[in-house]
């Protein structure tokens, strides 16, 4: 009896194993322990973001996908036009971009619950915000994001160089809350 829970034991292993296995835990899933607003994410840790795709909210009909920007350090805002902190936040997020554009940081909006368009569009022209958002008035992008609260409004995952979650905030920030964390990634080998 104990050699044949042992064969079974060592099949079962066996079939769980090796190169053609079905790798799991490879993509984000979104966990907030104990309910934590900031959430920072070390090596192994980092999971990489599913693909991000929307239509552009100031140019209707081209799309916006997250591997756009590979190689790249992305910033990905979730923010809406109604949203009060989000206009603290955004002109905090385009110092940043101006800064570290040409060092490979890329912020890349994602515009929810807006319906009416025009309000997002205003939004942007308003104070001056050059980097791209996607349009998402049902947030139907964000599904992908496993776990991801879509109510969290301002909120912001910031990614490696390889697009792995390295941070996320659920609450609005500052520049200098941003500046050292999108500096270490800037700095980690490609």
Not at 101 to 125: A, C, H, N, T
Request: aromatic letters at 6%; glycine letters at 8%.
């Amino acid at each position: 009896m104990r050699k044949l829970l042992l064969a079974a034991l060592l099949l079962v292993t066996g079939c769980s194993t090796g190169t053609d296995a079905v790798v799991r835990g490879t993509e984000f899933d979104f966990v907030a322990p104990g309910g934590q607003l900031e959430i920072a994410y070390e090596g192994a840790d980092r999971k990489k973001l599913p693909e991000l795709t929307g239509e552009s909210l100031l140019e209707p009909g081209k799309q916006i996908k997250l591997s756009d920007y590979a190689g790249k350090v992305v910033l990905v805002n979730i923010w809406g036009a109604w949203c009060g902190p989000c206009r603290s936040e955004a002109p905090e997020l385009q110092k940043l971009y101006d800064e570290r554009k040409d060092k490979g940081l890329q912020v890349l909006g994602v515009d929810v619950r807006d319906d009416i368009r025009s309000q997002p569009e205003d939004f942007m022209r308003d104070r001056g915000l050059t980097y791209p958002s996607i349009y998402d008035p049902g947030s139907r992008s964000l599904l992908a994001l496993k776990g991801y609260p879509r109510n969290a409004v301002p909120s912001t995952i910031i990614l490696d160089k390889q697009h792995r979650v390295a941070q996320v905030f659920l609450i609005g920030k500052l520049k200098s809350d941003f500046e050292p964390i999108v500096d270490k990634l800037l700095a980690e080998p490609s």
